[in-house]
């Protein structure tokens, strides 16, 4: 997908990029605008679709520990990856899924289905926490890297800020993945 969608009426005049063009009986017309033309569309028989199955949105307010658990039992991955996949949780990138599992206090490396209800419900809270507005200012990033601005992404080889322990650095999945071995031990 590299269009935009466009809304409007069946009388407004089209774009000049518009490439595929659905008009409803009520007189909306929907455009996809799509100057490049790398743009492709998929019609999918009633009841069929062919989008990959996502999982909860990592910031609905109805993710709860159950939903997780439910979700990683037959989860052979670890725990970072396994939150990052999206069929598990939609929308989790990898920056604040190593932020989240610091402030849950779990390794990163354990596998996603032997996790405790206990931790999921307090990773549940730290993922809400990571993604709240107050913390994805837009900016933010660049204005504070460096700064403290995250608890252990980019930071390897410097000091836990809850425990004092070495930041380290993994690759799971072709991600890196910051973590502290010393507190986070579930
Ligand atoms: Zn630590």
Redesign the pocket.
Known sequence: MNGDWEIGANTDELDRFARAVIELADGTRISLVDPRALSSITLDKKGTSSLPKLGREASDRALDADYLAEALKRKKLAIKPAIMDQSVLAGLGNIYAAEALWEAGIDPRIPAASVTSESLGKLVDAIRRVLSPRNRRPGRYAEERGTERFAVYDREGQA?R????VIERIVQAGRSTYF?A???RE
């Open positions: 836990c809850r425990c004092g322990g502290c010393t507190c986070q």
